[in-house]
């Protein structure tokens, strides 16, 4: 595919039928990024990427992120409502104002209620409310892998840079925090953007089609 793009054959004459059957593990060690930009990112295909180093260790995972972002508070929790229409079939809980630490206390012993959890939310501390989104230390630990860093809304000329065209992931990293057993619905990406988990503790299975 990579050699056909630099012969200058469009894109849209190589893209073969998107559906796929499986999502390939590949290891990081053997994954260029030339081949991750022509083999998924343009094909629009998922990967799962082993090996990767991303700052913080998976066996001491939920201890860092309970010690970096634990003052941080929660201003909405997520729950299904497998009956609804919502995007995701989630129903929003506003109007808490729980710290992440003790959301995270409650899943550790077995206190979380109502299929409560954090569901791609961004954080932030009390003292400065909503315009400071993000938990920055966390962002100071995780290493963001290469094959991740194209960025489109920190590439953008200064002067696009403005109130007129916000960007949207200002808060991020954002978090997913979830007892065993909470699931979403079936859902597209609000921005239809392209996107990357990283999964430091426990098990998830994502359904794609």
């Known amino acids: 595919l990579s050699r056909k793009l630099d012969e200058g054959v469009p894109l849209s004459a190589l893209v073969p039928d998107l559906a796929f059957d499986h999502v390939p593990r590949i290891a990081a060690a053997n994954l260029t990024f030339r081949r991750f930009f022509s083999d998924f990112a343009l094909l629009r295909r998922p990967v799962i990427i082993e090996g990767l180093d991303l700052g913080i260790g998976k066996t001491s995972a939920w201890e860092a992120v309970r010690d970096l972002c634990g003052e941080m508070r929660l201003h909405k929790f997520s729950r299904v409502d497998s009956g609804g229409s919502a995007w995701a079939k989630l129903e929003q809980v506003y109007g ?112 794609l089609s």
């Open 96 to 207: 808490l104002n729980v710290s992440l630490a003790e959301m995270m206390d409650d899943i550790a012993q077995g206190r979380a209620r109502d299929g409560r959890m954090v569901f791609d939310s961004s954080l932030s501390y009390a003292e400065r409310g909503l315009a400071h989104m993000g938990c920055a230390r966390l962002l100071d630990r995780l290493v963001i892998p290469g094959f991740f860093t194209m960025d489109f809304f920190k590439r953008l000329p200064e002067r696009f840079r403005s109130k007129r065209l916000p960007d949207p992931f200002a808060g991020h990293p954002s978090l997913f925090v979830q007892p065993a057993g909470t699931a979403s619905g079936w859902h597209v990406d609000r921005l239809h953007s392209h996107f990357w988990q990283a999964l430091l503790v426990g098990r998830k299975r994502w359904r």
